[in-house]
């Protein structure tokens, strides 16, 4: 069945440091892409998506682009802030309600 | 507008008891879900509705009922709660013909 699987964390990382947080994913078709996240106490919110091979989405100057030939949609950012610390979920729409999440992973940024 | 809202935000009940969890959107949206959020298995289906009146089983439905009377609300019902189901709750909607889900802020659950 499909599944998306991410790296696990916590990753840590100082302020302005570079992000990467993997994510692959196995699906029939060509699904709909996504990274969402979560504040501490909130619910889940948009990040960013993509809906086509080479699509890149971007958000709050996150980034990541839809690789059908290696199946992945990495989250990149160029400079964090401490502001990002949050968890960051991977997510695939196969269409008519049916959204697979990653188990999701924890960042902190510290001053 | 008030996007998608849960009641309560925190609730502790007894092996035994039952409950229900409220959740409510003011968007018109088709397409309502529950999730249940467990530590290092990301967010799990429980149950959906694709309209009043429709609703269907998701990964995990043993234990939960939901019914959908109206576009705007979506219960869903704990009929004996067990202490595996201690988890937070999630309620999601998403318009037709949308891939994207709006979530509401939760229910932290916690059954004894």
């Known amino acids: 069945g499909d599944s998306v699987t991410q790296m696990e964390g916590p990753v840590t990382l100082s302020e302005e440091a570079f992000l990467t947080i993997n994510c692959t994913y196995t699906?029939?078709?060509?699904?709909?892409l996504f990274w969402y996240v979560q504040y501490p106490g909130e619910g889940l919110q948009l990040l960013l998506k993509?809906?086509?091979?080479?699509d890149k989405g971007s958000n709050k100057g996150f980034e990541a682009t839809y690789r059908k030939e290696t199946t992945s949609f990495h989250l990149e950012k160029g400079s964090v802030q401490v502001s990002d610390s949050a968890v960051y979920f991977c997510?695939?729409?196969?269409?008519?309600?049916?959204?697979?999440f990653g188990t999701g992973t924890k960042l902190q940024v510290i001053p | 507008n008030a996007g998608v809202t849960q009641t309560p935000k925190f609730q502790v009940l007894k092996t035994g008891q039952s409950m229900t969890l409220q959740c409510a959107q003011d968007?018109?949206?088709?397409?309502m879900s529950w999730y249940r959020q467990d530590p290092g298995m990301g967010l799990r289906l429980i149950h959906y509705?694709?309209?009043?009146?429709?609703?269907d089983q998701g990964e995990v439905p043993n234990g939960y009922n939901v019914s959908r009377s109206t576009t705007e609300d979506f219960p869903l019902r704990l009929l004996s709660a067990a202490p595996s189901q201690t988890s937070v709750y999630f309620c999601?909607?998403?318009?037709?013909?949308?891939?994207?889900?709006?979530f509401g802020p939760g229910t932290r659950l916690t059954v004894l």
């Open positions: 999601a909607s998403s318009g037709q013909g949308s891939d994207t889900q709006y």
């Open positions: 699906a029939t078709g060509y699904p709909s």
């Open positions: 993509a809906t086509k091979a080479d």
């Open positions: 997510a695939q729409y196969g269409g008519y309600q049916k959204v697979t």
């Open positions: 968007m018109n949206h088709e397409y």
């Open positions: 509705s694709v309209g009043a009146g429709i609703t």
